[in-house]
């Protein structure tokens, strides 16, 4: 069964900082990956996906995630990371034998010192 | 945004009675679902539908139905509501298999 573990609970990082979350999955073909950001109060906000080509695959408000088939890894990283970023990540891989189903991290959480 | 709209969005109930969530989407998306969040389990899917009338279980199905008698609705019912189920509870929509999913801003449901 597909699986996903995020293994940074909390992180915390200073305005201006650069960042990267942590996402490995467990899957047996090229997986579909996702990334999503969850304000407090909201539901889930997608940021990226990756379905096949450019393992470097761009987002919004900055973000990027690259995708690594070797380390069954794929990363969400900014560069310069904003006061608003603060919120909790989720990293996501298709699942279902029709690939019509998700399967989600634990998520983490991002605080921001200014 | 994508149209999804979750009602109610808060509503505190006593165990045993039973409750019904509302997915409205007007997207005209194929699949619908419901999730429950709970600290440090992530999302994990009650139930899908992949058309009207069809419907599945997810990971944890046990003590929910669902109900899916028009495209733009999805229908969560707890039939005897137990302190275990408060939860938030979140709807997602997308328009395939493969295809990203568009997320509600969800019911926090608190059962007493």
């Known amino acids: 069964a597909q699986s996903v573990t995020q293994p940074d609970i909390h992180i915390t990082v200073s305005e201006g900082a650069s960042l990267e979350l942590r996402c490995n999955y467990s899957y047996g073909a090229t997986p579909y990956l996702f990334w999503y950001v969850q304000s407090p109060g909201q539901g889930l906000q997608l940021l990226l996906k990756y379905f096949s080509g450019d393992t470097l695959v761009q987002g919004i408000k900055g973000f990027e995630a690259e995708f690594k088939r070797s380390q069954s890894s794929f990363n969400l990283r900014k560069p310069s990371v904003h006061w608003s970023d603060a919120a909790e990540y989720f990293c996501a891989v298709e699942s279902g034998s029709s690939g019509d189903k998700l399967t989600f991290g634990t998520g983490t959480r991002l605080a921001v010192r200014p | 945004d994508a149209g999804i709209t979750q009602s109610p969005r808060h509503k505190v109930t006593e165990t045993g009675t039973p409750v019904t969530l509302r997915c409205h989407q007007t997207e005209n998306h194929r699949y619908m679902y419901w999730y429950r969040q709970d600290p440090g389990h992530g999302l994990r899917l009650i139930h899908y539908?992949?058309?009207?009338?069809?419907?599945d279980k997810g990971e944890v199905s046990d003590g929910y139905s669902v109900s899916r008698s028009k495209t733009e609705d999805f229908l969560l019912t707890l039939e005897s509501a137990t302190s275990s189920q408060t939860s938030v509870y979140f709807c997602?929509?997308?328009?395939?298999?493969?295809?990203?999913?568009?997320f509600g801003d969800g019911t926090r449901l608190s059962i007493l």
């Open positions: 539908s992949y058309g009207v009338k069809d419907t």
């Open positions: 997602a929509i997308s328009e395939g298999a493969n295809q990203p999913q568009h």
